[in-house]
């Protein structure tokens, strides 16, 4: 069956600090990759997605991820967070066969002033 | 552009009762709908995937009869939970998918079950 691993469950930073969140993947076929996330008490939003092309992707609010086929993972990555990055993460995968998207278990980042 | 809304926002009900949500696509026609559950601090999970005009698709494990999907229109979906039970209580996520694009997500509608 599909899978969505978000390895950390809950990351505490602080404001400037380099943030890497896991996301792996299993399924063989040709997938489309996207991160969520969810500030407290608002709907999902859109941080970015991969479809095609290169695999390096860059997102909204200085986000970005890269593809890495063979290992099966899409980590989120961002240089320096700020405390409004405060939010759940999510990962999710499409795969070719519908629409539906697969979330991962999500990622809690507390970013400190 | 791409603005999905849920109402209510937050609903109560009484054990047995049944609650219906909705989900509108505002400023774009969405051939797909989806629902999700979301439990505190967890993921989201996939109920349902409903086209326009077409029974709905239902997930592993959801009892379609409980939840009943409806997708009358290109802009509109609903989500009628018949029978509430407490551990009905969850926050509902719809989402609509626009022909060519991403799936844009709903608010919410965080239901209770007393």
Redesign the interface.
Known sequence: AQSVSQHNHHVILSEAASLELGCNYSYGGTVNL?W?VQYPG?????LL?YFSGDPLVKGIKGFEAEFIKSKFSFNLRKPSVQWSDTAEY?CAVKTNS?????????T?LLVTP | GAVVSQHPSWVICKSGTSVKIECRSLDFQATTMFWYRQFPKQSLMLMATSNEGSKATYEQGVEKDKFLINHASLTLSTLTVTSAHPEDSSFYICSARRQGHEQYFGPGTRLTVT
């Open positions: 996207f969520y608002q709907h999902l939003q859109l997605k999510f519908g629409y539906a998207l697969n979330f991962g278990k999500g809690s």
